[in-house]
């Protein structure tokens, strides 16, 4: 653990560095040169953002010395190529910062937005640049420097928080999904302004109006309206729903899908051909920000609307893609999962009453409980028979515990208790795609 906070604070590995050559040439730093001049406000600021999107914690301060030193190698290999081996780390960027310092166009369409004189500072290229960035690196990151095309630029840009500020959002259905979902997307950097909720009736607006999300009774206004509508409404609404909103859809829209059981072929169906369209299962603890959400892909929505997707959800818990078998296994686990967590919480919370703890205390401490050993479960990485077995000791109150629930079958009645859901969400599907 200590090694790996180290290397995050001193060292740059390969695939870091990259990244964030990557990011400069999207962001057009040659456009910003001139001679030893660097826009670092304005460019290390955006580029800090990106990195982070892409899971690389670095300071603004930290990237523009990090391309201090990159730069300082490339003049140095100018002036003398026959030295230029003996530069640390050169030759793995030499590819990269060429084709930023010596571009004769811009790499994108939009140059870097000039907000005041005080983003342009003197870049002086002198002896200080020695810091973190320039301690030496291990020599598990000496790998050639790969293909800038297997690096997806594009997923990258697609998860700069600042990007989904801009995004409207509508949600077709006022249940607790829907709820969920918007108030992790709240979280981050959409404003709630930014989302629009509808339902046939008012009643459920009221919970969306106390967090800033207005409320109207037409699905089209909310269509025309939008960039990425969530469909959270009954699995045997979704047909009504979509076709009322099928010819308001255009090419601009994601559409996202969370009803149990409606798979992405009726989805694909009843919306017009070539629409994005992502299926998705959250669960209840989104409302709290510790959801499990799995989506997959339709056919024509691109890997550029699932990260957009990661980005936009990722204040609502755990975010994960996968096949669309996986999907109603997931609302089995984890849709169904949560009321069976809460059964067990309540079968603890009665136990202790039996044995002569109040009532209001039991149901605390049960759900502390609960919460506790979830969070050392998914923090602590281990598999839960080990985790089980270090709350054991020889003779102790927990294996006599844990042998009157084998007795009671507790752990093949939970498995049969997830086929089951499982089982049911596929039925569910099934009856979604036979309807015509």
Known sequence: MEYAVMKKQHYWDVEETEIFLQILKELDIKACLDGRKVRNGGVFRMAQRRMAAAGFDRTAEQLRVRWKFLKKCYYKSQQDPSNEAKIQGWLRYEKAMVSILESKQSMVNSSVNCEGNDDMVEDSDGDHDGDSSMLPMPDAFTQPLQDS????????????????????????????????????????????????????????????????????????????GSDIVFVAVKPHLVRDVLNGISAYITDRHIVVSVAAGVTLETLQELLPENTSVIRMMPNLPCIVQEGALLFTRGSCAKPADGVLLRSLLQHCGLVEEGPEAWIDIHTGLSGSGVAFVYLFAEALAEGAIKMGMPSSLAHMIASQTVLGAGRVLRESGKHPAQLRSEVCTPGGTTIYGLHTLEQGGVRASTMSAVESATERARQLGQKSTARK
Do not use: W, Y
Not at 150 to 166: C, R, V, Y
Not at 195 to 212: L, Y
């Open 149 to 224: 095309s297997t690096l997806n630029l594009e997923l990258i840009i697609k998860m700069d928080p600042e990007a989904d500020s801009h995004l409207r959002i509508g949600f077709i259905g006022a249940g607790n999904m829907a709820f969920g979902i918007a108030k992790g997307i709240i979280s981050g950097n959409v404003l709630p302004a930014n989302i629009k909720v509808s339902a046939p009736s008012k009643r459920n607006f009221g919970r969306f109006q106390e967090i800033g999300i207005t409320g109207t009774n037409s699905n089209v206004e909310l269509v025309c």
